[in-house]
C-alpha cells in the first residue's frame, strides 16, 4: 500500500492546486458540543477603526450563536460577530445608545464549502452607512433586516482592554457561552484599518480566492491565526506575539480541510429528525424510530479510484442496532432505506464476528463476511472504490486486511461490483441505521483525509477531496468557463432601444422576462434568427417583430422598443445559452409528411427537450426521460400546469445522435424547433426528486453551485417554475417566475437555497415540495462544485 498522504502531494498540481494563487494548509476545528473557544486579553488599541477577516465552513444548516465577541469579564457592553436563529449574520455593539447593530437578510447555511467574512468599521466616516461595512465572499452586504449604525467618532469594544473570544461569547459572570460549530481558517484582525476584501481575497474567474496575508500591516493589536501549529492552535503568526489560549481544542483539530482544500463532511444539510451532527459534520448520531441514512456532501465521480474510512463509534449496549456503511444511491432527505436501494453496505453490529451484506436493497447471505475478532466500539472500516470499474473493496481494522481476499490495488477480489447508474443518478458514501425500533441507537465517524487514515490507501487510490475531483469540462481552471456558455442576466428598460453587453459570448438562446410587469415570455434563437420570438406561457405560433430581440452580439444582444423587452424603467431577466456546448444543442424541421427523425450534436442522449411547432398554435411538448425511459420520454406542456404523461409523447426513439418523431411532428411543411439538454458533470444537471412537504425540505444535490433552477412537479398538475439567483447573491432564493404565465415576479417567499454542490427546499407547497410526489428539475451552474464558494 502506498500511503495517501503522498498521494495528495502528488496530485495537489492536477487538481485544484493550480488554479489558487495561494493555497491554504490548515484550519481549525471548533466543536461545540467541546465548548472550544480561544482567548486573549489585549491592551487597548484603536477602538473606531479596525478590519476583521476569517474564512469559515458552516457546521450547521441552521447556524446559531457567537464567532468573535468581546466583552468585560465582569459584564457590559460587548462587540460580537454572531449569527442568529436562522442563519442571518449580525454585528452589533452595545456600548453606545446608538449601538451598531446590523442583521443581514442574508441566510448563510451552505454547509458543503466555505464562506470568506469581512468586517471592516471605521466610526470616523461622515456617512453612517460607511462606519460598518460587511462582506461576504468579496460582495458587500447591503441588505438588512436592522440596520442601526454608530455615532461618527464612536468607540466599539472591540480592540479595547477586554476579554477577546474566538467561537463564543460570555455571560455576565465572565463565563464562556454561546459556542459556535464549525472551521476557521486565516482568522485575522487588522488594528488601526479599514481594509476591503481584496485585501484578503481575490477574484478569480468567477470564484472567491484567499490572498497570502502575512505581508499585511497587522497594527499593535493585530493578529493572523493560520492553525499551522496543531500543539498551539491559537499561535499567532502576524508577528506580534498575540497569541490566544485555547480550551476545548486538542491538536487532532487541527484539519487540512480548508478554502483552497475542500474535503467532504456528512450532509447536515438533510437535517434527518432525531439525527445529530458533531466534531465538524464527521461524526453523526443516528436514534431510532425510522430507517434513516445521511450520505457525504460529495458524490462519487464517475470515473478515478477513491478510499476513505468509516467508524462504528459507539451504540446502545444493550441489544444495539446495525449500522451499515457503503455506497448508495441516496435519496433527498435521508428518511427511508432508499439510501442502500442502489448500491452495496456492510452492516455491523458491536460484539459480532460477522458483517451483513445488503445490495441492491437486498439483503445477501451469501456475501456476509466473517471477521476474525468481533467489532467493537471504535473499529474502522475501509472503502476502495474504482469508479471506472465500480468495484468496492472493504479493509477491517479489526482483521488488519481486506475483506474478503480483496485486492484493490491490483484491482482483484473486489467485494461487490456497482450497478451502473444512469447520468441523472449520483452514488455517495453513505452510513444509516437499519432499525426502527424505538430506544436504539448509534453513532459512527467518518475520514476522507481531512486527518491521518488509520490504514492506508491503495496504490493510486485518492483522497475523496475537492482537489482530487476530475478537472470539469466547463470550469474556472477550463478552457472554456461557466459563464462562456450559460449566463443569467438582468437589466433595465429604457424604452427606446439599447445593446445588452454583459455577457462574455454571444448567445445563441436567450430567453426574456418582464421582472416587474405581466408581459409574455419572449424565447428567441440564432438558429430561427433574431426579431423571431415564441412564448413559452402561449400556444402562438412563431411571431417577428423587428423591435423585439433585433440582433445577438458578441457581448449579448440589442433591443427594441417592444414593450414586452424594454418597457422604460421596468426591470428584465435574461436566460443566455451557447449552442454546441456539450449539453445544449438546438434543432428545427420541416415536416415531410409523416415520420422522421432528426439528428442533434450532444455527442450524447439528451436528458431534457423541449419542442414547439412555429408555424401554428400548438402546445410546447416538455420532454422528460428522468422520470421514464430514454426512447419514449415522459411529457408535459411547458405553457399549461397539468401532470406529466408517461406515453403518447411521439417521440420514438431517443439516442445519443437522433430523435425519432411520429407522424404528428412531419406534417407536410410544418415547421418545429426543439431545444435539448444534457447532464454535464459541474455544468447541466437534469433529474428529480421527492417531495416531503416539509419546511426542511429535501437537499438535491447537483455537483454544482446553481445559477437557475427550473422545477416541475411530474405527478402532480403544477407550474413550471423558473428560479435565478438572487441579484444580490444570498440565499433564500425568494423570486421566481411561472414560464406557464405571464404574470410579473413573485416575491418574497422562501423557496430554496442555492448551495455550493446543489439546492435545498425551504418550503411546503405543492408547487416544489408537495410530500410523496416526484418532480423533475433542470439545473444549470454559476460554478461547479470543485471550485465554487458557499453561498
Known amino acids: 500500500m502506498t500511503s495517501s498522504k503522498n498521494l495528495i502531494q502528488a496530485s495537489a498540481g492536477v487538481g485544484g492546486g493550480s488554479f489558487y494563487p495561494y493555497t491554504v494548509d490548515n484550519s481549525a476545528r471548533f466543536n461545540d458540543d467541546d465548548s472550544a473557544y480561544l482567548s486573549r486579553t489585549p491592551s487597548a488599541g484603536n477602538s473606531k477603526t479596525f478590519t476583521i477577516s476569517y474564512w469559515m465552513k458552516v457546521a450547521s444548516p441552521t447556524p446559531v450563536d457567537f464567532m468573535l465577541a468581546a466583552r468585560n469579564s465582569s459584564g457590559g457592553a460587548f462587540f460580537s460577530i454572531k449569527y442568529n436563529t436562522n442563519g442571518a449574520l449580525q454585528v452589533n455593539d452595545s456600548q453606545n445608545s446608538d449601538a451598531l447593530n446590523l442583521v443581514s437578510n442574508a441566510l448563510h447555511r451552505d454547509v458543503s464549502s466555505w464562506y470568506h467574512i469581512v468586517v471592516a468599521m471605521d466610526t470616523t466616516q461622515a456617512t453612517s452607512s460607511d462606519r460598518c461595512k460587511i462582506y461576504v465572499n468579496g460582495v458587500q452586504i447591503t441588505s438588512f433586516s436592522t440596520s442601526s449604525y454608530p455615532a461618527q467618532n464612536a468607540n466599539m469594544i472591540w480592540n479595547t482592554a477586554v476579554g477577546h473570544y474566538i467561537n463564543c461569547s460570555v455571560n455576565a459572570s465572565g463565563t464562556p457561552i454561546l459556542f459556535w460549530d464549525g472551521y476557521y481558517s486565516q482568522v485575522s484582525h487588522v488594528d488601526g484599518t479599514a481594509l476591503d476584501p481584496t485585501s484578503f481575497g481575490e477574484d478569480k474567474n468567477g470564484v472567491w480566492v484567499p490572498k497570502n496575508i502575512s505581508g499585511l500591516t497587522f497594527g499593535t493589536n493585530g493578529f493572523y491565526l493560520d492553525f499551522s501549529n496543531s500543539a498551539d492552535l491559537g499561535n499567532d503568526v502576524s508577528g506580534n506575539n498575540n497569541d490566544f489560549t485555547s480550551s476545548g481544542l486538542t491538536s487532532s483539530d487541527q484539519m487540512t480541510d480548508t478554502p483552497t482544500n475542500n474535503y467532504p463532511t456528512l450532509q447536515a444539510a438533510f437535517s434527518i429528525s432525531a439525527t445529530t451532527y458533531s466534531n465538524g459534520n464527521l461524526?453523526?448520531?443516528?436514534?431510532?424510530?425510522?430507517?434513516?441514512?445521511?450520505?457525504?456532501?460529495?458524490g462519487l465521480p464517475t470515473t478515478g479510484k477513491w478510499y476513505w474510512e468509516v467508524q462504528f463509534i459507539d451504540a446502545r449496549a444493550t441489544d444495539p442496532p446495525s449500522t451499515a456503511f457503503g455506497i448508495g444511491v441516496?435519496?433527498?432527505?435521508?428518511?427511508?432505506?432508499?439510501?442502500?436501494?442502489?448500491?452495496?453496505?456492510?452492516?455491523?453490529?458491536?460484539?459480532?464476528?460477522?458483517?451483513?451484506?445488503?445490495?441492491?436493497?437486498?439483503?445477501?447471505?451469501?456475501?456476509?463476511?466473517?471477521?476474525?475478532?468481533?467489532?467493537?466500539?471504535?473499529?474502522?472500516?475501509?472503502?476502495?472504490?474504482?469508479?471506472?470499474?465500480?468495484?468496492?473493496?472493504?479493509?477491517?481494522?479489526?482483521d488488519n486486511t481486506w475483506l474478503a481476499s480483496g485486492d484493490p490495488a491490483n484491482g482483484t477480489n473486489p467485494w461487490k461490483t456497482l450497478t451502473a447508474l444512469s447520468a441523472s443518478q449520483t452514488y455517495f458514501p453513505i452510513a444509516l441505521t437499519q432499525t426502527n425500533d424505538s430506544g436504539r441507537w448509534s453513532k459512527f465517524g467518518v475520514n476522507f483525509g481531512?486527518?491521518?487514515?488509520?490504514?492506508?490507501?491503495?496504490?493510486?487510490?485518492?483522497?475523496?477531496?475537492?482537489?482530487?475531483?476530475?478537472?470539469?469540462?466547463?470550469?474556472?481552471?477550463?478552457?472554456?468557463?461557466?459563464?462562456?456558455?450559460?449566463?443569467?442576466?438582468?437589466?433595465?428598460?429604457?424604452?427606446?432601444?439599447?445593446?445588452?453587453?454583459?455577457?462574455?459570448?454571444?448567445?445563441?438562446?436567450?430567453?426574456?422576462?418582464?421582472?416587474?410587469?405581466?408581459?409574455?415570455?419572449?424565447?428567441?434563437?440564432?438558429?430561427?434568427?433574431?426579431?423571431?420570438?415564441?412564448?413559452?406561457?402561449?400556444?402562438?405560433?412563431?411571431a417577428t417583430?423587428?423591435?423585439?430581440?433585433?440582433?445577438?452580439?458578441?457581448?449579448?444582444?440589442?433591443?427594441g422598443n417592444n414593450v414586452q423587452v424594454n418597457t422604460n424603467a421596468e426591470d428584465y431577466v435574461a436566460w443566455n445559452w451557447k449552442e454546441n456546448s456539450e449539453f445544449f444543442d438546438i434543432v428545427t424541421w420541416t415536416g415531410t409528411g409523416g415520420a422522421g427523425t432528426i439528428s442533434h450534436n450532444l455527442n450524447g442522449t439528451p436528458d431534457m427537450g423541449v419542442v414547439k411547432r412555429r408555424d401554428a398554435a400548438d402546445s410546447w411538448y416538455?420532454?422528460?426521460?428522468?422520470?421514464?425511459?430514454?426512447?419514449?420520454?415522459?411529457?408535459?406542456?411547458?405553457?399549461?400546469?397539468?401532470?406529466?404523461?408517461?406515453?403518447?409523447?411521439?417521440?420514438?426513439?431517443?439516442?445519443s445522435t437522433d430523435i425519432s418523431y411520429a407522424s404528428y411532428y412531419g406534417g407536410s411543411g410544418d415547421k418545429w424547433v426543439l431545444y435539448l439538454w444534457k447532464n454535464l458533470d459541474g455544468m447541466c444537471k437534469c433529474g428529480s426528486y421527492t417531495g416531503n412537504g416539509s419546511s426542511d425540505g429535501p437537499m438535491i444535490f447537483t455537483g454544482m453551485r446553481p445559477a437557475f433552477v427550473l422545477v416541475k412537479s411530474s405527478t402532480y398538475a403544477g407550474t413550471f417554475w423558473l428560479m435565478s439567483a438572487d441579484p444580490n447573491e444570498y440565499n433564500v432564493v425568494d423570486t421566481y417566475l411561472a414560464a406557464d404565465s405571464s404574470n410579473a415576479e413573485f416575491s418574497p417567499y422562501t423557496w430554496i437555497d442555492y448551495l455550493s454542490n446543489g439546492f435545498k427546499l425551504r418550503q411546503t407547497g405543492d408547487s416544489l415540495n408537495r410530500s410523496g410526489q416526484t418532480y423533475i428539475y433542470m439545473a444549470f451552474a454559476e460554478n461547479p462544485f470543485k471550485y465554487a464558494n458557499a453561498r
Do not use: C
Open 283 to 298: 461524526e453523526a448520531q443516528q436514534d431510532s424510530g425510522a430507517f434513516k441514512h445521511t450520505r457525504a456532501t460529495f
Open 330 to 398: 441516496s435519496d433527498n432527505d435521508g428518511i427511508g432505506d432508499s439510501g442502500y436501494s442502489t448500491g452495496a453496505v456492510i452492516a455491523t453490529i458491536p460484539g459480532s464476528t460477522t458483517t451483513y451484506a445488503y445490495e441492491d436493497g437486498a439483503y445477501t447471505p451469501a456475501d456476509n463476511i466473517t471477521l476474525s475478532n468481533a467489532v467493537v466500539d471504535g473499529d474502522w472500516f475501509g472503502i476502495a472504490y474504482d469508479a471506472d470499474t465500480r468495484k468496492m473493496w472493504l479493509w477491517s481494522e479489526r
Open 450 to 542: 481531512q486527518y491521518a487514515f488509520v490504514g492506508s490507501a491503495p496504490t493510486d487510490f485518492l483522497e475523496l477531496k475537492a482537489a482530487n475531483l476530475p478537472e470539469p469540462t466547463i470550469g474556472p481552471n477550463s478552457d472554456t468557463k461557466p459563464d462562456e456558455v450559460f449566463e443569467p442576466i438582468l437589466y433595465t428598460g429604457n424604452g427606446t432601444s439599447q445593446s445588452i453587453s454583459t455577457l462574455e459570448f454571444q448567445p445563441d438562446f436567450t430567453w426574456i422576462k418582464n421582472r416587474d410587469a405581466a408581459d409574455r415570455h419572449m424565447l428567441f434563437d440564432a438558429v430561427r434568427g433574431a426579431t423571431k420570438y415564441l412564448s413559452s406561457n402561449s400556444t402562438n405560433a412563431e
Open 545 to 559: 417583430d423587428a423591435q423585439s430581440l433585433s440582433s445577438f452580439n458578441s457581448n449579448g444582444f440589442s433591443v
Open 622 to 655: 416538455f420532454m422528460s426521460p428522468v422520470t421514464s425511459n430514454y426512447t419514449n420520454p415522459a411529457y408535459g406542456s411547458l405553457n399549461t400546469s397539468g401532470a406529466f404523461l408517461n406515453s403518447g409523447s411521439g417521440i420514438t426513439n431517443w439516442n
